[in-house]
């Protein structure tokens, strides 16, 4: 029997899939909203023990099929995608699927692949641009920094991959069967299962069945899987070019080499891996970098624009190797924190100065507070994903000069001569970002 196969006949596999869509359910507001044949997903997990063996049985006898789903269309990020709609049953099983095949995939992955794997993040990515950015620069006796940059991303990735019955995701996914078990074949039943998930027979919105040539469907945890394994191999191809570095997440690929020249090979490398895989490049999401702490214009080769910074992933990489969020959080972040100012202001406005800027520092203290329900939005990323404190200075800053002029009354950079910045902080205690961002990272 295939390690699959006997991993599938544990009904702790089932029942791991039913607690994770109950969170998930719970924390959507939609646990009392699924349902399958008139039974809400509630009740199937008041009972998850009696359904996870009770799945695992059925899987196990090569009973258990997967019913045509149905199509639908969401919004992602500004784009409109498909979503296949599964009977609940359905998606435990599929999860299972899943956490059955993951461990031996995981380990056939390259270490530069961040996307969609447990312990790593888009977070973690970036972190290890800022640290490829800090070694270079230390390897530097004068600490200069001269580096070029490609940022590159795939055109509609998931919606690009070939998965009619010739395509070559399946040899792929045969390969990674033989890696999970050499001494055993895996049975049709359960190869029919995996072929199923990754390619089902679903309505569209009109009523008609259909099935995908190309383009994995959003809808199971396996999208993720596919969406790694299909380049799995070009994030070894890469590696294997010499002083080059990269990372993966999903479909966003950055390279980075001292070498113009080198680079650009690589990028050879990487479109002659993406067409030969029936996929292309976003050429207009293309970006040529430069990179140097001045920010200083490439002299040898136009087609690279000299940076002292870029984004990546949802943040901005500087390049001594410091981390920002991108300027787009830090102002919603700020314009919620002054609303929360100018709130405390009002209601504050017949007690004294010092009262009230006090009032104001406790109000912003509670906006900045990790463990309070009422916190803004995001807080933590402040704490543990941001590293350039001399940003954070500058917000604290900006923060106490709000304080003072909503507790004088004065609305300029003047309202620090009626209160002092120290008084601000020491006496009427203003919690700082970067105070608070070294406690959390010594810890």
């Known amino acids: 029997m ?11 596999l089932y029942l791991n899939e039913i607690e994770r869509l109950h969170r998930q359910l719970q924390k959507n507001h939609k646990l009392f909203d699924k349902k399958q044949n008139g039974a809400q997903f509630y009740q199937i997990s008041m009972h998850r023990n009696k359904i996870a063996k009770m799945l695992a049985s059925s899987v196990s006898n090569h009973e258990y099929k997967l019913t045509v789903c149905h199509q639908n269309w969401i919004n992602i990020s500004g784009k409109k995608q498909p979503l296949l709609s599964y009977p609940i049953t359905d998606r435990i099983v599929i999860g299972a699927l899943y956490q059955a095949i993951l461990p031996e995939s995981v380990s056939t992955f390259h270490d530069t692949l961040y996307s969609f794997i447990k312990g790593k993040s888009n977070y973690l990515a970036t972190k290890s641009v800022c640290r490829h950015l800090k070694k270079t620069s230390q390897a530097n006796n004068n600490g200069h920094l001269d580096l070029f940059i490609l940022k590159t991303d795939i055109s509609d990735y998931t919606n690009s991959i070939p998965i009619s019955p010739n395509a070559s995701i399946w040899d792929k996914l045969k390969s990674l069967m033989y890696c999970c078990d050499p001494n055993h074949d895996i049975s049709q039943y359960h190869w029919d299962l995996i072929v199923s998930t990754v390619r089902p027979c679903y309505y569209t919105p009109e009523g008609h069945l ?24 070009l994030d070894h191809n890469l590696s294997m070019i010499k002083d080059l570095f990269h990372v993966r997440y999903g479909d966003d690929i950055i390279l980075i080499h001292k070498d113009p020249e080198t680079l650009k090979t690589a990028y050879l490398e990487l479109k002659h891996y993406i067409k030969k895989h029936h996929l292309s490049i976003h050429p207009k999401k293309n970006q040529w970098i430069y990179l140097t702490k001045a920010g200083r214009p490439c002299t040898i080769d136009s087609s690279f624009v000299g940076q002292h910074q870029f984004n990546y992933l949802g943040f901005s990489v500087q390049a001594d190797g410091s981390l920002r969020l991108k300027k787009q959080h830090t102002h919603q972040f700020m314009k919620k924190i002054h609303a929360r100012i100018r709130s405390a202001s009002h209601l504050t406005q017949k007690l004294s100065m010092d009262k009230r800027g ?38 604290d800053r900006q923060i106490a000069l709000w304080v003072a002029q909503a507790s004088c009354g004065i609305y300029k950079q003047s309202a620090f001569r009626i209160i002092p910045y120290k008084k601000i902080r020491s006496e009427w205690h203003l919690p700082s970002l970067c105070h608070t961002r070294n406690k959390s990272s010594s810890h």
Do not use: W
């Open 358 to 395: 006090s009032a104001i520092c406790s109000a912003v203290m509670q906006a900045m507070k990790q463990d309070n329900p009422f916190n803004i939005d995001d807080l933590h990323r402040y704490y543990s994903q941001h590293d350039d404190r001399r940003q954070l200075k500058q917000m």
């Open 2 to 12: 295939h390690l699959i196969e006997r991993r599938l006949t544990d009904p702790s």
């Open 210 to 233: 259909a099935q995908n040539h190309i383009g994995v469907a959003y809808g199971t945890q396996m999208t993720t899987l596919i969406a790694n394994l299909y380049l799995s191999s």
